[in-house]
Nanobody, 124 residues
Framework: QVQLVESGGGLVQPGGSLRLSCGAS????????IGWFRQAPGKAREGVAC???????WYFDSAKGRFTIARDNAKNRVYLQMNRLKPEDTAAYYC??????????????????RSQGTQVTVSS
């Protein structure tokens, strides 16, 4: 069964850091672009970061300068290191991959979500 499972979310104070992790089962990640998007209640899906199968990162405006995406193909996992978190980063974060969708401006709009997500809350 193809599955993506996120972990690492939680409550953090503004300015703090979190590291999200996404593990894949039922398939190997190394051939696919994979990334993170987020969605807050009542708001549209927003791209965060994507990393290509050749290990090239793509950051959306929400993440530039603060977040880092990385993949570990040996562990079949992808990570999102989030630093200098802000209250506006509060959202459910999802990792996603789709063989028909490459990293790029429209990645987060086209990728199909198949996971539960992990909640990130930034608040004092």
């Amino acid at each position: 069964q193809v599955q993506l499972v996120e972990s690492g979310g939680g409550l953090v104070q503004p300015g703090g850091s979190l590291r999200l992790s996404c593990g894949a089962s039922g398939f190997t990640l190394d051939h696919y672009d994979i990334g993170w998007f987020r969605q807050a209640p009542g708001k549209a899906r927003e791209g965060v970061a994507c990393i290509s199968s050749s290990d090239s990162p793509w950051y959306f405006d929400s993440a530039k300068g603060r977040f880092t995406i990385a993949r570990d193909n040996a562990k079949n996992r992808v990570y999102l290191q989030m630093n200098r978190l802000k209250p506006e980063d509060t959202a459910a974060y999802y990792c996603a991959t789709d063989p028909n969708v490459s990293c790029g401006s429209y990645w987060y709009e086209r990728v199909i979500s198949r996971s539960q997500g992990t909640q990130v809350t930034v608040s004092s």
